[in-house]
């Protein structure tokens, strides 16, 4: 059986103790996972989620940007061709920032 094929056929609860497990940082008796145990588990996790098309809001790593998208807030915008606008030499705009004082 090939990885693909395991994670193809991979319990939900067995999915859902996973991610749990990574969350916590434990396995559901009590244990600690190591950091192999971790990576190990969240790339069966992100692989899942991938292969059975859980919806990208739900997916583990998901960022919700909210009203900041598309924003200056958004480390996405300014992104053009795999650069961004601080690379291709331009200035920042002064009167996009203020000082606040306490």
Known sequence: ?????????????????LR????LGKWPD???LTREQREI????????E?????P???RTGYIDRGSKAGTACDPTVG????????NEGESADSDQFFEVKS
């Open 1 to 17: 059986m090939t990885y693909d094929e395991l994670i193809e056929r991979l319990d939900p609860m067995v999915y859902r103790n």
């Open 20 to 23: 749990q497990s990574v969350e």
């Open 30 to 32: 009590g244990r600690p």
């Open 41 to 48: 588990s969240l790339q069966a996790i992100i692989h899942y």
């Open 50 to 54: 991938d292969l059975h098309g859980v």
């Open 56 to 58: 990208a809001q739900e």
């Open 79 to 86: 992104m053009m061709g795999g650069q961004s606008a601080g």
